[in-house]
Each structure stands twice: as C-alpha cells, then as structure tokens.
C-alpha cells in the first residue's frame, strides 16, 4: 500500500493597518503598495523552498495582489546554468477573478519591459529588440499593425538626427511603429506613446567612464515602456487606439560616429550642434516626435531614460514630468496614485530654452548653455522645441529605471511608471 504525503507551506504577511489609503503626502495609496509588497515577498518566500505553484489571497485587492505576485516572482537568469524556480500561481478562495487577470496582465506587461532592459546588449539589438515586440504582438494580429522600418526609409524620412547617432555602429538601426487599433470605428485621434530606444549607450565619442557602463544595456527603457503598454493594451482588449514609435539603435565611438561640434539637421528642417555625443537620447527622439505629429494624435506621451540629472534630481522616489498641458498632466497623476508609479512635475520655463537656443553653430544645442546646471530641464527643453500639440508630456525615468532596494516588491531593472502608462491608457478607453 502506497501512502502520498502532502507537504502545504503556508506563508503569513502582514498588510499594515486597514485604515490606510491614499496619502496625500506620499501620493499613493498605501494600501495598495503594502499589499503588492506582502505578497511579492511571500511568493518569494515559497520560492525559496522550490515550491512550483502557489495559491495567492486577493487580501480584498486581487488586482495588486496578482501585481505583486507577478513582479515578485520575476527573474533574469536565462543565461544562467542555474535557474530559479519556475513558478506558477493563482488566486485563491473567492476574491475578484477579473482584478486578478487584469493585475497579472499588468506584471507580465512589466516583466516583458524587464526582460528586454536585463538581458545583455548583445542578444538584445534593435532588430532583435523589434522582432521580439513582433512575435509578442503575433496574437493579436487582427487589431495590431506592426512596421519595422529599415536604414532606407529613415533616410527618405530625413531622419538626419537619429541617423547621427545610429551611424556611429555597426548595428543597423530600427524605427518600429506599432498600430493598436482597439476601437477601430471611433473617429477619435489616437493616442501617440514615444519610446527612446537606445539598445546599449556607450556615450559614443564623449565616451562614458567604464564604471557601470553595462547597465546601459536597459538605456532602451522608454522604447520597452511604450512597447509593453501596447503589448498589455492589445492582451487586455482595451477599446483605444495607441500609435507607438520606438527609434531603435546604440551609440557607439568609431570612425563614423557624431563627433563633439557636429552640426545635423533633424527632420522639421532645424539644426542641432552636437557638443555631447552623451546626449543622444534627445536626438532620436527629435525625430520621432516630428514624425509623431503626422497622425493628429490626441496627446503624445514619450518616455526615456534620458537623463542622469533627473536621477541627481529625484532619485528613483518618481517619474519627472515635463508636459505643456494641465489637462494631461492631471490624467498621468491620477493614474500614478492608483498605480504608486509616482509622478512629480518639472518646469518647462523659457528660462531653460534660451540655454538650449543660444548656440554658437545651429539653431539647437543638444546641450545646455550651463552644461551640467538644470540638465533634465534643459533636456526637455529641448525636445519641445520639436514639439506643436497641445497635449505632450515627456517622463524622464532615468531615476526610476532601477530598483536601489527602495522597492520592496521587486529587485533590479523595474521601469517605475509602466503601471502609470497601463493606467492612463485603460482611463484614456474608458
């Protein structure tokens, strides 16, 4: 006679008081974020002892518990011979199925964002980076267009300013344009989300010092944020329609590549000196923002790892948002409570423009006047100057691309205000 021995772990987490909520002066709410917390280190907790599916409490929450769950649970060992646990998992007892599969399709959504910025450079190029997003997009070719544009056609785009930077590699470059067309009979304008895509940043000439260069790998963050959204947007059958564009290339030193004085034309005909090949975010973008303006959209988001100076400003405690629109920016900061994706506002003076136009060569300097004083300001100045909608908001996530231990319900590469994206774009539908 056989006898089967059932061994159940149960994992207890506390979830702090009932009464909290949102916190004005925190900007969330708390207990959303104590619940995603809990159970990102319960699972984690059972994944430690190689348990292969765990049964998770909506702790009256399902959509942040499954959230946590989810992020908690992620890994990048792919090129480890050694390899965490595979876990699966599932909402237990009688909580909000809906909450739960709409919270796990937000952390996948998220992972696939980590994914992409965690693997290393050389497995994740521009190509490889825009296929990846193509075979995600495959089951829902029926509502989602995918174009991945080559060399050829970002010249007959006169693309002069990403062309400067893409040249520098031997890696061609990529424009991936993405149509999610979730309300195909609606009129209204689509949503348009911008991407920054640099697959590894070495600096290019100005060239970065060695000492942590390889986190560079993930200086494509926006383009994975913007990707992602309409990756989730597409899983979750949102009636919108999003429009994203993600100029994909690296910035390399070499014999081809922007040297420090070079004058380059972006695609609405102005001129940029190139004084800091470090600052090659801000003209890849330039000439996606101008190509973004083609579909009359109704707002354009872009998101990039843009500058280190927003780090120095806000560490990874929030996004910084710089937007030209009170209407827009009240939509990203009320998705951003909900979400604990938090947002601060930037100022977009023309105190900071007159250091970007004041140059001694072109009509733009991509850097500014002060060098390193005010640096995501003038940053953002900058890309206004390529900018004409009335609803445009620029989120500099430089600070929030990683995890420094603040965030207790995931580790490492954690794009901050994906959940923020996620949320504008499911009360954009609504």
């Excluded at 061994?7 to 207990?31: F, M, Q």
């Excluded at 109704?298 to 280190?308: E, K, P, S």
């Excluded at 100076?309 to 929030?318: H, I, N, R």
Aim: include cysteine; glycine fraction near 10%; proline fraction near 4%.
């Amino acid at each position: 006679e056989l006898i089967y021995i059932t061994r159940i772990y149960y994992t207890v987490v506390g979830l702090g008081r009932n009464s909290l909520g949102v916190c004005g002066t925190e900007y969330w709410d708390t207990c959303k974020e104590n619940i995603r917390a809990a159970i990102a280190g319960g699972c984690r907790v059972l994944q430690n002892h190689v348990l292969t599916h765990i049964e998770v409490d909506g702790c009256n929450d399902s959509q942040s518990a499954a959230e946590g769950a989810v992020l908690g649970l992620f890994t990048y060992d792919d090129l480890k011979t050694k390899k965490k646990t595979r876990v699966t998992t599932q909402l237990h007892g009688s909580g909000c199925v809906s909450g739960w599969e709409k919270g796990v399709l937000y952390g996948e959504g998220q992972n696939l964002a980590r994914y992409l910025m965690e693997a290393p450079a050389n497995h994740v190029t521009p190509s490889v980076f825009a296929d990846t997003i193509t075979n995600r997009l495959a089951p829902y070719a029926d509502h989602v267009t995918v174009h991945k544009r080559s060399q050829e056609w970002i010249e007959e785009q006169q693309m002069g300013a990403f062309l400067s930077v893409s040249k520098g590699s031997e890696e061609p470059p990529v424009f991936l344009e993405l149509h999610y067309n979730g309300c195909p009979d609606n009129a209204q304008c689509p949503l348009l989300l911008v991407g920054k895509g640099i697959t590894f940043d070495s600096g290019g000439i100005s060239l970065k010092p060695p000492s942590g260069m390889d986190a560079m790998r993930a200086d494509m963050g926006g383009a994975a944020t913007v990707c992602s959204a309409i990756v989730t947007a597409a899983a979750l059958n949102l009636p919108i329609n999003i429009i994203g564009l993600a100029p994909l290339c690296e910035n390399m030193p070499s014999g081809k590549a922007n040297k420090p004085g070079d004058v380059v034309t972006a695609k609405n005909g102005k001129t940029i000196q190139v004084d800091n090949t470090d600052a090659e975010g801000r003209l890849i973008l330039a000439d996606a923002l101008c190509y973004a303006h083609s579909f009359n959209p109704r707002a354009i988001v872009n998101a990039a790892t843009l500058t280190g100076a927003m780090d120095v400003a806000l560490g990874s405690a929030a996004t910084g948002v710089f937007t030209n629109s009170d209407w827009l920016w009240e939509q990203l900061h009320k998705a951003s409570v909900v979400t604990g994706d938090r947002v601060w506002r930037m100022p977009l003076f023309q105190h900071y423009t007159r250091q970007v136009t004041d140059c001694q060569l072109a009509d733009l300097n991509n850097v500014g006047k002060y060098s390193r004083s005010g640096g995501a300001c003038t940053a953002a100045a900058f890309l206004r100057e390529f900018v004409t909608a009335p609803h445009w908001a620029h989120l500099d996530i430089a600070g929030v691309m990683t995890n420094k231990d603040e965030v207790r319900y995931s580790s490492g590469t954690l794009i901050l205000e994906l959940f923020l994206i996620f949320e504008l774009l499911a009360s954009y539908s609504g």
